[in-house]
């Protein structure tokens, strides 16, 4: 026998936020339960309480377009960690204090990498690249950060 299945319902919930490009994903962080929407062209992180509802806007205003996609969430110290896209500074978000960190140089290039694996191994994240021209790797207990890997110099036509 199958466990029940709720009903599902569609509620928009505050604040309205203008604009577009907004937020480019976002990641559970399993430690809290809230989730947490990452700027793409919105200024601030958004955080949502799917248990309360309850919609907030935190950490610093971020300006730019298209700045990180997604959020990786790293279990062994529950932080999340976004993908700079376009944005040239790392982003990461500590959910049990909602610290919003931006920090590093990493190219002015538009859409070096477009998503990233946890590896459970070494603790670190790394990021696929795009137009990048290398993988970029986070150590997610540090907030280090290095390009690792062979050099791709030519883009694809």
Not at 17 to 42: I, N, W
Not at 49 to 72: H, M, Q, Y
Not at 83 to 88: N, V
Request: net charge negative.
């Amino acid at each position: 026998m199958s466990a029940p299945v709720k009903p599902a319902y569609t509620q928009v919930i505050e604040p309205r936020l203008p604009g577009r490009d907004r937020y480019l994903g976002g990641e559970l962080c399993v430690k809290t339960g809230d989730l947490y929407c990452v700027p793409g062209s919105a200024q601030r992180v958004l955080k949502i309480n799917p248990e309360t509802d309850e919609v907030s806007l935190i950490g610093p205003e971020l300006p730019g377009k298209f700045k990180w996609l997604r959020a990786v969430y790293c279990p062994n110290n529950g932080r999340l960690f976004s993908i700079p896209s376009c944005a040239s500074q790392m982003l990461m978000i500590d959910p049990t204090t909602d610290e919003v960190r931006v920090y590093g140089d990493v190219g002015s290039e538009k859409w070096k990498w477009h998503g990233a694996m946890y590896s459970d191994i070494d603790e670190c994240i790394y990021c696929i690249p795009c137009n990048a021209k290398q993988v970029l790797k986070i150590d997610t207990n540090t907030g280090d950060y290095e390009f690792i890997g062979p050099v791709f110099e030519q883009r694809l036509q």
